[in-house]
């Protein structure tokens, strides 16, 4: 037959298992946000995309459109028509980076430790139902 452990292993195992249980309760944390990073990353470089392409609308294009609208059109009206136009590129192109963002906190961490404190309470309050 083998010995049972005694106390003394028994509260090591115990200290082991809480701190096992509390740095993965704070690497899931890390995790998480990590993961949202990465996908808001994609948002960014949309974001990105659309800002470049603002500014590379008004400089290579402003000066050729009201030019050429200048011909039938008076100057400062050309100029409102074309700044009009490029400012309805540059919004379709940032709504887009928009929505593509994904802004929430790290939620499967909440429930995580959430469940653990409610698991915690039950166990040293002796309830088995909350």
């Known amino acids: 037959m083998y010995e049972r452990p005694g106390y003394r292993t028994l509260v090591g195992r115990i200290r082991e298992n809480v701190r096992t249980l509390i740095r993965k309760q ?8 990590a993961e949202i990073l990465q996908a808001n990353l994609r948002a960014v470089k949309w974001l990105a995309v659309a800002a470049v392409l603002a500014f590379l609308f008004l400089i290579s294009f402003v000066v050729l459109l009201v030019a050429v609208l200048a011909v039938w059109l008076p100057l400062w009206l050309a100029s409102l028509a074309v700044t009009l136009v490029l400012l309805a590129f540059a919004a379709a192109t940032g709504l887009r980076g928009y929505r593509a963002l994904e802004l929430r906190g790290p939620t499967r961490s909440i429930d995580s430790f959430k469940e653990t404190v409610h ?3 039950a166990r040293l309050l002796g309830r088995t139902e909350s």
């Not at 704070?26 to 946000?33: A, F, S």
């Open 119 to 121: 698991w915690a309470k």
């Open 26 to 33: 704070l690497e899931l944390p890390r995790q998480e946000i």
